[in-house]
C-alpha cells in the first residue's frame, strides 16, 4: 500500500512562497514519476507539475517560472517550491505518486494553500 503524506501547506499573501513536501512510502520505487496536481473550489483537478525517474520535469504552462518541483531519491520525497504566489493558486493540492508500466496512480489526502490578495 503507498502512501503519500504531503505538508507545507498554508495561508500566504501574494507575492509570497510556499514550500510543499510529500513523502512517500509503501513499496519499492523505480520507473515512476511523482508530481503535484491541484483543485480550486468548482473546478475540475488539474496538472501542476511532475518529475520523473529520470530527472525529467515538466510543469503546468499558468506555474512556469515561478514553481520548482525536486525530488529526493534516497527519501521519496518531492517538493514543490512555490514562489510569487497568486490568489489563483488557491486550491487544495494533491500529491501523486505514477507507474506508468504498471498503470498505478496513487495520491495524498491534499494540503490546503491559500493565498490572499
Known amino acids: 500500500q503507498v502512501r503519500l503524506v504531503e505538508s507545507g501547506g498554508g495561508l500566504v499573501q501574494a507575492g509570497g512562497s510556499l514550500r510543499l513536501s510529500c513523502a512517500a512510502s509503501g513499496r519499492t520505487f523505480s520507473n515512476y514519476a511523482m508530481g503535484w496536481f491541484r483543485q480550486a473550489p468548482g473546478k475540475e483537478r488539474e496538472f501542476v507539475a511532475d518529475?520523473?525517474?529520470?530527472?525529467?520535469?515538466a510543469y503546468a504552462d499558468s506555474v512556469k517560472g515561478r514553481f520548482t518541483i525536486s525530488r529526493d531519491g534516497a527519501k521519496n520525497t518531492v517538493y514543490l517550491q512555490m514562489n510569487s504566489l497568486k490568489p489563483e493558486d488557491t486550491a487544495v493540492y494533491y500529491c501523486n505518486a505514477h507507474f506508468p508500466r504498471e498503470h498505478a496512480r496513487y495520491w495524498g489526502q491534499g494540503t490546503q494553500v491559500t493565498v490572499s490578495s
Open positions: 518529475i520523473d525517474w529520470n530527472s525529467s520535469i
